[in-house]
């Protein structure tokens, strides 16, 4: 099973700016996407990407703002997240997503560690 790291989270102002880094151990043909969890909340979904990049999808709430993208030759996917809003705090994660019906799903059911981003009025 291929191993997800994120990386790049971090405190910002709304308004702000990051990207999202998701290092994956080894090559994966898999569709990618990215969730994430607020404090109380369930982890939900945020953007997913083909493998060749052609499709990529969002919730609406981060649409305009957020986008996904992927370099295979180097095995990672990133969000760059423009525009930040307070509601936008959570742990993000990455994970190999499949398509159900109308809905990204993750493949496996083990998560990593994840990075926290907070964004600060």
């Known amino acids: 099973q291929v191993q997800l790291v994120e990386s790049g989270g971090g405190l910002v102002q709304t308004g702000g700016s990051l990207r999202l880094s998701c290092a994956a151990s080894?090559?994966?043909?898999?569709?990618m996407g990215w969730f994430r969890q607020a404090p109380g909340k369930e982890r939900e979904f945020v953007a997913a990407?083909?493998?060749?990049?052609?499709?990529?999808d969002y919730t609406d709430s981060v649409k305009g703002r957020f986008t996904i993208s992927r370099d295979n030759a180097k095995n990672t996917v990133y969000l760059q997240m423009n525009s930040l809003k307070s509601e936008d705090t959570a742990v993000y994660y990455c994970?190999?997503?499949?398509?159900?019906?109308?809905?990204?799903?993750?493949?496996?059911?083990?998560w990593g560690k994840g990075t926290q981003v907070t964004v600060s009025s």
């Open positions: 080894g090559r994966t043909f898999n569709a």
């Open positions: 994970a190999l997503v499949v398509k159900r019906t109308t809905d990204w799903v993750p493949l496996f059911t083990s």
């Open positions: 990407i083909t493998y060749n990049s052609i499709t990529t």
